[in-house]
């Protein structure tokens, strides 16, 4: 087209510009969805960990005021599974 004198120089740059604006547009659009799907998934995972059920529970007599500040740990265990056979912290 150009050698026909049907389209000029500047009206090739201009339409190769305009193209690659176009599509640098859909690529962004595209990714607005991409990023959309990723924080749906996180947002997910989210409310499953605020959504999650304490195992720790209160015995049968428990203090809720401390006079002095002072707290007392005796044979205290603690293990990131139920299994008390792996405890990860053994009588503190």
Do not use: C
């Not at 339409?15 to 547009?25: A, C, E, K, R, V």
């Not at 659009?29 to 996180?42: D, G, N, P």
């Amino acid at each position: 087209m150009i050698v026909s004198d049907t389209l000029t120089t500047g009206q090739l740059v201009s339409m190769i510009s305009y193209t690659g604006q176009i599509l640098s547009s859909l690529m962004m659009l595209s990714m607005v969805f991409v990023m959309i799907t990723i924080s749906r998934a996180s947002a997910e995972r989210v409310i499953e960990v605020l959504d999650e059920e304490s195992d720790l529970k209160n015995g049968e007599n428990p203090i809720y005021d401390v006079k002095n500040g002072e707290i007392q740990f005796k044979h205290v265990n603690f293990s990131y599974l139920k299994d008390k056979n792996k405890l990860a912290i053994h009588y503190i």
